[in-house]
């Protein structure tokens, strides 16, 4: 059973910014693209952001577009992302799986932006 760890949330203001990380419990992460995803109450779970298992493509949705940094290191089985310029739009809890979802989520880890 794959388990994912989610960290690096918290609270922050308006513009600033997070790393968030996401740890595999298991090498095939390596082989597989991965994304993450976010949810905030009452909404469904959204991708947010997408990578290639060779980290040679990545895309983004439209509302994080040119603020957010996925990457990952597959010698780590870690996955990232960079968040930068947040906004209070940004607060949700955040969790990392494979495209599509394969693996059970994570407890995910929650993003705080205060205006």
């Known amino acids: 059973q794959v388990q994912l760890v989610e960290s690096g949330g918290g609270l922050v203001q308006a513009g600033g910014s997070l790393r968030l990380s996401c740890t595999s419990s298991e090498s095939i992460f390596r082989f597989k693209t991965m994304g993450w995803y976010r949810q905030t109450p009452g909404k469904e779970r959204e991708l947010v952001a997408r990578?290639?298992?060779?980290?040679?493509?990545?895309n983004y949705a439209d509302s994080v577009k040119g603020r957010f940094t996925i990457s990952r290191d597959n010698s780590k089985f870690t996955l990232y992302l960079q968040m930068s310029s947040l906004k209070p739009e940004d607060t949700a809890v955040y969790y990392c799986?494979?495209?599509?979802?394969?693996?059970?989520w994570g407890q995910g880890t929650e993003v705080t932006v205060s205006s």
């Open positions: 799986n494979t495209i599509p979802q394969s693996y059970h």
């Open positions: 990578i290639s298992p060779s980290a040679t493509s990545t």
